[in-house]
Structures are given as structure tokens and as C-alpha cells.
């Protein structure tokens, strides 16, 4: 089941504007209920499940096939990528509980409320076979309610409930799967580094098969009168050196058998289970042809377990990216209590609470600055390089650095509840959020293994009389095929290139909500803008003061403050700022007057002044078309008549006022019933970086870019010229902006919306992929759009482009290299091209350790070609 666009889920999630009636339906509860309020449809009630152990078709499979079992069963729709079960049901023939046991009957638990949970790192868990090997393992466990592994970070949180289960259950289920357990909320313990791979305990077990294969192959080819015969098995001879091989089989192969039985248990079709044929297979055919193949069942262990040891250390590097934003936050707080400071866990901090933070030291929780001032680091969760100055009042975010300044920093937020630890979440949820190739790739899986499966049969059976090979050298053949079956080399490929790109994004300032929404903002053609708080600062300020009739600048601003100081339009808020800014003295206000659709009126000093639009000074009688300039700079020199003596006369109604309004800029006229005093143009001043963003854009192939936006044609003319959109489009109200990004749908193959997150909610949600500013610290914009721009800085907008672009790139890589490897190995063994070592080490190790590294590239991609601005220090 799939979107047109985007889910729907997805677009209920974006911020709706007030009295706005979303239309989406309400979300169900993860325990399985329907969710509340939802019509059931004509055919059935329906039912959902979070399953988070469900992560490959696989296991979807297995679970579909369970629920399919019951009766009334009307459509089950598994979605792997985000672990939920959406069952359609006839409620006088089955109920939500009689699926959920189907679906634990089935070997996966169900994410419920109200339990216990446990996080525990699992480093040898890296691939999606191991995850459905510990989930298995666990969840044949009474009383676990939930497995959620990640094998892109190697965690696994179960959650249980503790009056059937300890801990120490859960543990041993997970190392009697085969794996081992560092108990851990996320990141590796102090001293777990890639290192310690190759000395674990599968490790050393690796490295005695070895040695015991080394030592069989001495005495089979070079020391051939030391192989004596030690005995004869069912009338086969066996050799001092196929005893080394069976001992090193023993070794290496143990976890590969323990893992084949539980694939065996769970009818999965994997690496586990195919490697464990093709060993057990290969000692049958010893026994059953006479013909000792020990050999090949020792190489088969020993190279598949480097294969696996290899994996896991691919793994390891893919996960460092991540595991350095979770490292970001401080696990302690320094806190004040009854006048004295005491060190905390950061768990044990509450809102309210008064955290102290010195020069150096990483702020622990979100908060608000109440004594002190300092420059902050704000690059793990902006982006930005620049340190941000925080004095009272100001908010400061957990993980981010306080560089030399004494802080007192007002808790505002719980530590699982800051904006780090959402956006640490929210890259890990991204992971499930599957691409399209993804998605193409697990169905191919699906397909091709059980392929390649029979392919192995028909060689192995039909080898003796087509090419006329021996039953033993048919059964390798065989057995090669079967290692070359299991498709995880190019079933990882692409998520690691999804979690490389993400994290990378997510440490220069950029939240990607999900993998899909990376491979569609490569992928998009044209990008909207939002023009206020977008293309511009979204803040109105003065940009031009035209002093008239023998008055100075700062007149003109001390005579416009005192009109506009009882003022609560955004134009008068600025020219008040502007003249504070200015240190300009204030005048006494009486009478003040505000007249509707024209401007103000008050006396200022006892005598009567005004402020507004050119028509209000009309009425009052003026000749705008000849006004007496002070200088004859700026306006004044471009815009001068020679109709005065003095060459120094404006026209304000022809000239002057046109051409600021042409530049998008609103003129105010300040004076008194007699004499003009001059004019203040006020705007919303574009960014300094739109101008280049845009440009960059259109150079990384952009096709077509378009500002929409509610203002004025006049206005929007002006900032689409300065900023050099392809299009602009003014005067629209909120439907007619997703009007607007409907016919670019059409247009185009995909579209970016890009705006404040609140208010361009609807025109993000139609949009193929919607892209928030400024995100950081506001809730609203952090949960909506599928992609966060941290900080306030529009120049991320291409770094996310090509960033996005290069991921499909290694993606569309990783993929088909995996596949074509993988089709010319299976292709050259029945004609004795590919032995047995090299399907293990080139067709799942070597590709395994070859996308993952290319995956890695995309953490070199930074924004404007600096470097990475999200870790600090070594």
C-alpha cells in the first residue's frame, strides 16, 4: 500500500493553521486497538500493531502468513519500514486479540504501553538477518512485549513486563542467540571501539578455526606422510587433517550453526540458515560420496565468520556518525539546591531546576539563560559556526557549548525531552522510514534468494550429466551457490548510505525525517519558496530616512518615534526600534490618534504632527510633486528635479515614493500640518544568502525555482528580481499556495516546499517533500516538515540538495554493484571460476565492507566546502 504523494500520517503531522480542520484520521494506539473515533470501513473493522522486530520482508512474510491463518481475516498490510501491522477484520469472526497472538505465535512481540523497557547495545548485530535472529530469540521469551532492534546502530530495546522477565532474561536470550550483550542506553561503553572486534569472543573462536585449518591443509597437501588415517566413518576414511578440519568447523562454525537452528525455527530463508546447509551439507556428502569435502565445510566457517567479523566492522563505522550526536549531551549537571551546587545526573534534573555551566563546559538541558552572559557553540544543533551571544532571557539548547562566559541556565524541558534527544530520536526513527529503493531492494530479496536456492538444486543434480562432473565437485557447486543466496551484501547497501546521509545532515545543522524524504529531495525538480521569514528575515526594519525641508535624519526619526511609540503595527514597531537603535531623545506624547487606512496623528511638544501614507498628506494639502530635499545624496541625487534653484527638489508622487515602493519597501511620510519632514521606507529585508542560494541551486540543477507568497505584486516583483527566482507569485492565500504546488506536482516530477513550518503548513504537506527554517527549539516546526533546516541560515538549503543528490548516486552504486557481483559469481560457478572462499569473502564480506565504505563518502559532503560543524575536538 502506497502514497501518491505522502502519507497520510505525515501530512496530519504538519502544523494546521488556527480553526483548521485537518481532516486526518486519528492515529491508533500501538498496542493494537483500533484507533479511536476512525470509521471502519464497509468491508471490516480494522486494527493496528507496532511490531517493531517486524524490519524485513522476511519477517513481514512469516507474520503475514500467521495472521492469514485466522478466520475473518480480511487484508493484512505488514509496512516492514515503519514495524506497524495494519489488519482489516470481520469483528463477529475474529478480534484484535486473536491477531496479536497470531502475530507472537509467529515469533515477534508487540510494542504495548505501560511496561518495562531495556536498551542494550548488541555490536554484533549488524545486519537485518541478525536483527530477526535477536528478535526471535527474545521474543520466545514470556512476558516481552516489544523488540526493537537497530542494526544500523546495534541496539536492541525490549520492552517487557518485569513481573514475568529480569533483565538478565533478556540478556541471556539475546547471547543464546549468539551474540554479545553490553548493556548500554545507546552508545558503546567506555573501551568498546572497532577494535575490539577482532578480539571478541567470536573473534578469537574465528581465529582458532583458523588455525586449525591451517594446520589440516599442512598435512593434506604438504606433510602428506604425518596425515594418518585415525578411523573410518561409515565406511569413509577419516585423515588426521579432517580431524583438524571438523575441530575447526567446531570452532568456527558453532554460532553459524546455533543462528542456522534459529532461522530453522523461524522458517527464514538467511545467511544463518544457508551457511548451515551448505556446512552440515558439505559433511553429508563426505559420509555419503566417500569423497571428503571436510575441507570445504572448515573453509566455509572459518572465511564466513571473517566475512561476519568484517561486517560488523563496516557496521561500526556507520554507527560512529551516529553515535557522536548521542554522545553530544553531558551525562552530568551541575545543579543549585538551598544556595549550594551539587553534581547530578542529568536524569535527575527537573524543569525549573537552576544548572550552572562554566566556561567550556556543554550545556545539559534546554533552557533559559537567567544570570550571566557567554558566547555559545550552537553548531551540534544549529549548524551554525559562529557562536551565538546568550544573556538573560535568551534560550539555550542541551548539547550545545558554552565558550568563555559564566552561565545560569533555567531548565525549561526533561532530558529525554530536549531538542538534542528529539533530534537523536528522530535520526534513529529515519531509519525505518525506507526509500523506494529500498523497499525495490527487499522485494527483489524476497525473490531472489529462494532463485538462487534452486539454481544451487538444478546445478547440483543436473552438473553430473550436463557437464559431466563428479557428485562431490556437483555438491560444491552447490554449496557455493547457496552462500552466494542470501542477499544481505545489497539488502545493506542502501540503509547504511540512509544513515551515513542522515547523520551527516543531522551534525551540520540539517533534521532529515526519514530516508524517503532524503532519496525524494535528490530527486526534485523544482523548489518553492516562502517569502517572508523565508527569502526575507521575516522582521520589518528601516531602510531608508529622506530628510526634508531643512530637517536631519535624526529629526525626522525623534518626530516618527513619538508618533509611532502607542503605534502596535509592525511598521511603527520597526521605526520605534530604528530610532532607539539610533539613541535619538524621545518627545511628549498627548492626544495621539490613530487614523484608520491613512496613518496617526498626536502632538508632539503641543503641537500637532502626523505619520502615514502619501494620500493622508494630499488631504492635509501638500504638493508632493515638489518637496525641498536636505541633501542631495542617495534618493534625493536620483530622483532630483532641476526645476528647483537649488537642484534639490523631490517629487515625491511621481519619483521618490515609486521607486522605493518598486524596490518592495513601504514609505511613510512624517510632518505637520505645514511642513513635510521627510520619509522612512520600511521592508522586510532579504536574507544576505538568498540571492547565492538560489543561484546555487540552479547550479546543482535545479529546473525551476518559484516564490509564493501572500504580499503585494509590487512587493513580490521587487524581492523576485533581487533574489532571481524563475517565478513568483503574489497574493495568495494559504489554499492558493497549495493550489500553486499542485500544478508544479503536475509539472514536475517532484517538488520541495520550503517555509516557517507553521504557517506554509498546508503548501509543505502537498509539497513532495516540505523543508522547514529555523527549526530548532520550536516544537511545531521540528515535528512537521520532513526536513529541518536547524538554524535560521537558507545557505543549508543547497548543502541538503547535493547532499540528497549524491545519496541516490551511491544508493543507485551500491545496489546494482551488489547485484551484478553477486550475478556473475553464481553465473561462473558450474563452470569451476568461483571457489568456495571466494563467494564467501567477495559475494558477502567483500560487498558488504565495499558499500558501506562508499556509503561513507557522503559524510564528506559539507555545506559551502567548509568542514563539519556538528562535533567538536578530536
Known sequence: MTSPNRDTQDACDV????????????????????????????????????????????????????????????????????????????????????????????????????????????????????????????????????????????????????????????????????????????????????????????????????????????????????????????????????????????????????????????????????????ILGALVASVAFGEALYFEAATLAFLFSIAELLERYSMDRARNSLEELMDLSPDEATVKRDGDEETVPVDAVGVGDIVVVRPGEKIPMDGVVVDGQSAVNQAPITGESVPVDKTDGDGVYAG????????????????????L???????????????????????????????????????????????????????????????????????????????????????????????????????????????????????????????????????????????EARSEHPIGEAIVEQATTAGVAEREVDDFESITGKGVRADLDGRPHYAGKPGLFEDLGFDLSHVHATTDGGVVTQTAEAICDHNNCLDLLHDTVPALQSEGKTVVLVGTEDELEGVIAVADEVRPDAERTVARLQELGVEHTIMLTGDNERTARAIAEQVGVDEFRAGLLPDEKVAAIEELNDEYDGVAMVGDGVNDAPALATATVGVAMGAAGTDTALETADIALMSDDLSKLPYLYELANDANGVIRQNIWASLAVKAALAVGVPFSLVPIWLAVLAGDAGMTTAVTANAMRLSRIRPDGGEPVGTTGD
Open 400 to 419: 550545545t557549548i558554552n565558550e568563555g562566559g559564566y552561565l545560569e541556565v533555567e531548565v525549561t524541558s526533561e532530558a529525554g525531552d530536549n531538542t
Open 15 to 278: 502544523s494546521h493553521p488556527d480553526d483548521a480542520d485537518c481532516g486526518c484520521p486519528p492515529e491508533p494506539d500501538a498496542g493494537g486497538e483500533p484507533a479511536s473515533g476512525s470509521d471502519s470501513p464497509a468491508d471490516g473493522s480494522v486494527t493496528q500493531f507496532s511490531v517493531p522486530d517486524m524490519d524485513c520482508p522476511s519477517c513481514a512474510g512469516k507474520v503475514e502468513n500467521s495472521v492469514s491463518k485466522l478466520e475473518g481475516i480480511v487484508e493484512i498490510d505488514p509496512q516492514e519500514t515503519t514495524g506497524t501491522l495494519t489488519v482489516t477484520y470481520d469483528p463477529s469472526v475474529t478480534s484484535p486479540d486473536a491477531v496479536a497472538d497470531r502475530i507472537e505465535k509467529a515469533g515477534y512481540s508487540i510494542d504495548r504501553d505501560e511496561q518495562s523497557t531495556l536498551s542494550l547495545t548488541v555490536p554484533g548485530m549488524d545486519c537485518p538477518s541478525c536483527a530477526g535472529k535477536v528478535e526471535n530469540a527474545v521474543g520466545a521469551l514470556d512476558g516481552v512485549t516489544s523488540i526493537e532492534p537497530q542494526p544500523t546502530t546495534g541496539t536492541v530495546t525490549v520492552a517487557y513486563d518485569d513481573g514475568h522477565l529480569t533483565e538478565a532474561d533478556v540478556v541471556g536470550a539475546i547471547e543464546s542467540a549468539g551474540y554479545e550483550v553490553t548493556e548500554s542506553t545507546g552508545a558503546p561503553t567506555e573501551g568498546e571501539s572497532s577494535d575490539s572486534i577482532w578480539t571478541s569472543a567470536r573473534a578469537l573462536k574465528t581465529w582458532a578455526s583458523g588455525g586449525f585449518l591451517s594446520l589440516g591443509l599442512l598435512l593434506e597437501f604438504l606433510l602428506h606422510s604425518q596425515n594418518a588415517q585415525v578411523t573410518t566413518v561409515l565406511g569413509s576414511e577419516l585423515f588426521v587433517a579432517d580431524v583438524l578440519f571438523l575441530v575447526a568447523i567446531a570452532t568456527g562454525g558453532q554460532e553459524i550453526l546455533r543462528n542456522g537452528y534459529y532461522s530453522a525455527r523461524n522458517r527464514s530463508l538467511d545467511i544463518d540458515f544457508l551457511m548451515s546447509v551448505a
Open 421 to 563: 534527544s528529539r533530534i537523536v530520536e528522530m535520526v534513529e526513527d529515519a531509519q525505518s522510514n525506507k526509500t523506494e529503493r529500498e523497499q525495490f531492494v527487499e522485494r527483489f530479496a524476497g525473490y531472489y534468494t529462494p532463485v538462487v536456492v534452486a539454481f544451487a538444486v538444478l546445478v547440483t543434480l543436473g552438473s553430473p550429466s550436463v557437464l559431466g562432473a563428479s557428485w562431490s565437485t556437483a555438491v560444491v557447486y552447490g554449496l557455493t551457490l547457496l552462500v552466494l543466496a542470501c542477499p544481505c551484501a545489497f539488502v545493506i547497501s542502501t540503509p547504511v548510505s540512509v544513515v551515513s546521509g542522515i547523520t551527516s545532515a543531522a551534525k551540520n545543522g540539517v533534521l532529515i525525517k526519514g530516508g524517503n524524504h532524503l532519496e525524494a529531495m535528490g530527486a526534485v525538480e523544482a523548489v518553492a519558496f516562502d517569502k517572508t521569514g523565508t527569502l526575507t528575515r521575516g522582521e520589518l526594519t528601516v531602510t531608508d530616512v529622506v530628510p526634508l525641508n531643512g530637517n536631519t535624519e535624526s529629526e525626522v526619526l525623534r518626530c516618527a518615534r513619538g508618533l
